[in-house]
């Protein structure tokens, strides 16, 4: 049974900078592709990024690129997405996912086979 546990989120001021963390437990992390959604209140759940499985290939969602790094470190068995210069539009509950078919992480939210609780970020303008 896979596990996903999101952390790091919080309310933070228009400009600063958050880091979510996603462990992952049950399975080797190599295994999955792993990516970062979002979901904001009265809105579809939308792409953030995705890494591959060994972490050599990244892609972003347009509406962070050069804001946000999606990183992993498989022997410590967790995803991180460093959210910098974060704006009030970055509100949202913020999930990890994994995916088990893919080697280089996709960004429909249906193509993930598991899902984290997710974790609340806010940004205050």
Known sequence: QVQLAESGGGLVQAGGSLRLSCAISGRTLS??????????????????????????????????KGRFTISRENDKTTVYLQMNSLKPEDTAVYYCAADRTSVLGRSRWDTYDYWGQGTQVTVSS
């Open 31 to 64: 295994s999955y592709a792993m990516g970062w959604f979002r979901q904001a209140p009265g809105k579809e759940r939308e792409f953030v990024a995705s890494i591959s499985r060994n972490g050599g290939s990244t892609n972003y969602a347009y509406s962070v």
